[in-house]
C-alpha cells in the first residue's frame, strides 16, 4: 500500500461543474496535508494546506479532512479551463517532521 | 511572499561535465530546503533534505557523490550534477521550507538535458 494514493486519473470535468479530487493516507500520525497543481512542463504550486478536521475554504477552492478515515479531497467549484493540470497530494507525517510524501497526482481536464 | 527562484532554468551539457543548479529564496529565510527530480509523466521524487550549515540527507538509492548539495546560506541551496550522463537528464526542482515551516514552496524548475 502507497503511503499516499491518488487516483491518476484522467478526471474530466465540464466546465463550471464542481471538480472532486481524493486522496487517502495510511501514516494516522500525519499531521500536515497539502494541496499542489502542477500544470505540464511546470514546477508544483501550493494551493491548499489543511491540518485540522473539517473544511477549510479559499476562493473556488475547498479542502476537506477526515483523519478517522485518513481521508483529504479538494474540491474545485465553477471549474475552468485553466484549472486543467495535475494535482498532487502531500502529507507531512508528525510534529517535527520536515519532509513531504506526495501522492501520484491526479490529471484533470476541464472540458468548454 | 514565499518565492523561489532557480537558476539556471534550462541547461544542455555533455557527457562526462558537471552542472550546477542554484536555488534561492527571494523573500524569506529557509533553513530547509528539498531537491527533487521528476521524469516525464512521473511523480516528484525527492533526493535530499538540505538544511543550512549541516551536510545533506539523502534518501535512499540517490548517490551523495553525484549529486552533491551546499546549503551554505539561509536563502541560497545548489545542486551540483557531477559527471553527468544521458539518465541524468530530468526536471530537477527544488523547494523551501516557509518561514512557519509548515508550508513548502517549489521554485520554477531546471530541465537538464545531457547529450
Known amino acids: 500500500q502507497k503511503e499516499v494514493e491518488q487516483n491518476s486519473g484522467p478526471l474530466s470535468v465540464p466546465e463550471g461543474a464542481i471538480a472532486s479530487l481524493n486522496c487517502t493516507y495510511s501514516?494516522?500520525?500525519?499531521?500536515?496535508f497539502f494541496w499542489y497543481r502542477q500544470y505540464s512542463g511546470k514546477s508544483p504550486e501550493l494551493i491548499m494546506s489543511?491540518?485540522?478536521?473539517g473544511d477549510k475554504e479559499d476562493g473556488r477552492f475547498t479542502a476537506q479532512l477526515n483523519k478517522a478515515s485518513q481521508y483529504v479531497s479538494l474540491l474545485i467549484r465553477d471549474s475552468q479551463p485553466s484549472d486543467s493540470a495535475t494535482y498532487l497530494c502531500?502529507?507531512?507525517?508528525?510534529?517535527?517532521?520536515?519532509?513531504?510524501?506526495f501522492g501520484q497526482g491526479t490529471r484533470l481536464t476541464i472540458n468548454p | 511572499g514565499a518565492v523561489v527562484s532557480q537558476h539556471p532554468s534550462w541547461v544542455i551539457c555533455k557527457s562526462g561535465t558537471s552542472v550546477k543548479i542554484e536555488c534561492r529564496s527571494l523573500?524569506?529565510?529557509?533553513?530547509?530546503m528539498f531537491w527533487y527530480r521528476q521524469f516525464p509523466k512521473q511523480s516528484l521524487m525527492l533526493m535530499a533534505t538540505?538544511?543550512?550549515?549541516?551536510?545533506?540527507?539523502?534518501e535512499q538509492g540517490v548517490e551523495k557523490d553525484k549529486f552533491l548539495i551546499n546549503h551554505a546560506s539561509l536563502t541560497l541551496s545548489t545542486l551540483t550534477v557531477t559527471s553527468a550522463h544521458p539518465e541524468d537528464s530530468s526536471f530537477y526542482i527544488c523547494?523551501?521550507?516557509?518561514?512557519?515551516?509548515?508550508?513548502?514552496?517549489f521554485g520554477p524548475g531546471t530541465r537538464l538535458t545531457v547529450t
Open positions: 523573500d524569506f529565510q529557509a533553513t530547509t
Open positions: 538540505s538544511n543550512e550549515g549541516s551536510k545533506a540527507t539523502y
Open positions: 502531500a502529507v507531512r507525517r508528525g510534529v517535527g517532521a520536515q519532509k513531504l510524501v
Open positions: 523547494s523551501a521550507l516557509g518561514s512557519t515551516n509548515y508550508e513548502q514552496y
Open positions: 501514516d494516522r500520525g500525519s499531521q500536515s
Open positions: 489543511i491540518y485540522s478536521n
